[in-house]
């Protein structure tokens, strides 16, 4: 019986001491940054079907702080549409809403043909993103929402297209 116990034990600290080696290297590679979410995932700029972010931009100057962020649309839904306002809430405590709207609310809507592609420069309320994001590989995230409408409709019938923009400050 003492034999089988020394064996049983010898196997637990071979296996326990690899997998303390394992642990010190995978802490290690999360110290020093290799390991973290925010290098390893892509920049993305998701929208609901029919409504395409084709493009996007996100830049700061580095004496004021401010920013824009610059999306362009692809509109694929079929027929011609207006977009009325574009948000882009910040998920975070680093990150700042910005909004597009047009110069005349209502009747200054953006036309979007079908199959055509628009820009927009969300920087309406300035836009605040701080420039120590600038040059560095950290993403950040908004949440994006597009208030649309048919164009041979009314801004009586908007709709809403919800979406998500990670992107690097440059």
């Known amino acids: 019986m003492i034999k089988r116990a020394q064996a049983a034990m010898e196997f637990l600290m071979t296996y326990g001491w690899a997998i303390l080696v394992v642990l010190v290297v995978i802490g290690a590679l999360a110290y020093f940054g290799i390991l973290n979410p925010a290098t390893l995932l892509p920049e993305r700029c998701e929208i609901q079907m029919g409504i395409q972010c084709a493009d996007h931009l996100v830049n700061t100057t580095t004496a004021t702080n401010v920013g824009r962020i610059v999306l362009k649309i692809e509109n694929g839904r079929g027929t011609d549409i207006k977009v009325a306002r574009i948000t882009a809430n910040g998920t975070s405590a680093s990150t700042a809403d910005c909004s597009w709207l047009p110069t005349v609310p209502g009747t200054g809507d953006a036309l979007i043909l079908n199959g055509a592609s628009y820009k927009f420069k969300l920087n309406r309320s300035g836009c605040p993103i701080e420039s120590v994001y ?30 998500q923009l990670m992107a690097v400050v440059e």
């Open 134 to 163: 600038k040059g560095k590989n950290t993403k950040l995230k908004w949440d994006l929402a597009i208030k649309w409408y048919d164009a041979d409709s009314t801004s009586s019938f908007t709709h809403t297209a919800k979406g």
